[in-house]
């Protein structure tokens, strides 16, 4: 704050809102929610917004009490709802004037992401029996994790990731977002990993 009043920063509330997902997860009644941080502009129910590679309508905002409100400005944090998929963390997002023009910016996207699936997530084969897929010698922990939320998910995923040791490597197969459901453990069966999960039912 004393380096805001200091060096006099302005935004501008009038321009198409532009800033940063800070934190998004799956909710089981309302679907994706992504918690935004406007950097300038001002955000309204209404709006197309595109973050990442995804994008919606904003169906909904509320402040970090939980009360609905009609718009945010710069330098406030807002829940939003309506996002077809759950964004990623650190994701900028801006918002465009129509519908038609956020399908033509996700068409060229160069960056595609699926938030479901990890960035750099493996292509999946399963191993022969007793055979560690990777050297055939050291023995691999396979695991399938799943998260309430995607802070969650990169903290344990780094988490599982340092436990490797030069005698058992740990391999993340596939992480997503929400319950624990019957194609993770047909996954982990596939791939003889052990289902972790962090907060979910």
């Known amino acids: 704050l004393l380096l805001a009043d200091l060096t ?3 935004a501008d509330p009038t321009r198409t ?14 679907g994706p ?3 935004a941080l406007v950097a300038a502009g001002t955000l309204r129910p209404g709006d197309f917004l595109i973050a990442g590679s995804v994008a919606g309508k904003v169906r909904g905002m509320r402040d970090f009490r939980g009360t609905t409100v009609r718009e945010a400005g710069p330098s406030m944090p807002v829940r939003v709802l309506g996002l ?3 964004p990623a963390g650190g994701d900028v997002f801006h918002v ?10 996700m068409r060229t996207q160069t960056k595609f ?13 399963a191993p022969a029996e007793g055979e560690d897929e990777s050297t055939g010698t050291a023995a691999t922990l396979n695991v399938v994790l799943k998260t309430d939320v ?5 903290a344990v995923v780094a988490s599982l990731r340092e436990l490797a040791t030069s005698d ?5 197969i596939r992480t997503a977002l929400g319950s624990i459901n019957e194609s993770d453990v047909t996954q982990a069966e596939a791939t003889k990993a052990v289902v972790f999960g962090f907060n979910v039912p």
């Open 96 to 105: 465009v004037t129509e519908e038609r023009e956020a399908r033509d910016v």
């Open 168 to 172: 058992v490597g740990v391999k993340v």
């Open 113 to 125: 992401r699926r938030s479901t699936t990890l960035d750099d997530a493996p292509t999946i084969t």
């Open 17 to 30: 809102a532009v800033g940063t997902i800070i934190e998004a997860h799956l909710d089981k009644g309302e």
């Open 33 to 35: 929610v992504a918690t």
């Open 84 to 86: 077809k998929q759950v």
């Open 150 to 154: 995607l802070g969650s998910r990169e």
């Open 8 to 10: 006099e920063f302005k």
